[in-house]
């Protein structure tokens, strides 16, 4: 068992780049069934423009592969999606 605030101190990182995404700013709860369907990543910010990124992106917790003590590690596919 996890705590949210315990997943939103991790690093969010792509399995297939092993590029670091960021660290997750929202977390959907289905209260129905007590458990997380998918949580929010800030977009890029582009340069150095402070108002300047992309869209957020929606990671379905299908595509969590694992979870470790630093990082959670994904697979992103076409079911991420921009919000």
Do not use: C, H
């Amino acid at each position: 068992m996890f705590k949210t605030s315990d997943l939103r101190d991790k690093d969010v990182i792509d399995v297939k780049t092993g590029k670091r995404l960021g660290n997750i700013i929202d977390i959907e709860v289905n209260l129905e069934e007590g458990k997380v369907d998918g949580f929010i990543i800030p977009g890029e910010t582009k340069g150095f423009r402070l108002f300047a990124k992309d869209q957020d992106l929606y990671i379905p917790w299908q595509s969590v592969k694992k979870i470790g003590e630093d990082v959670i590690l994904i697979d992103i596919n076409e079911d991420v999606t921009q919000v």
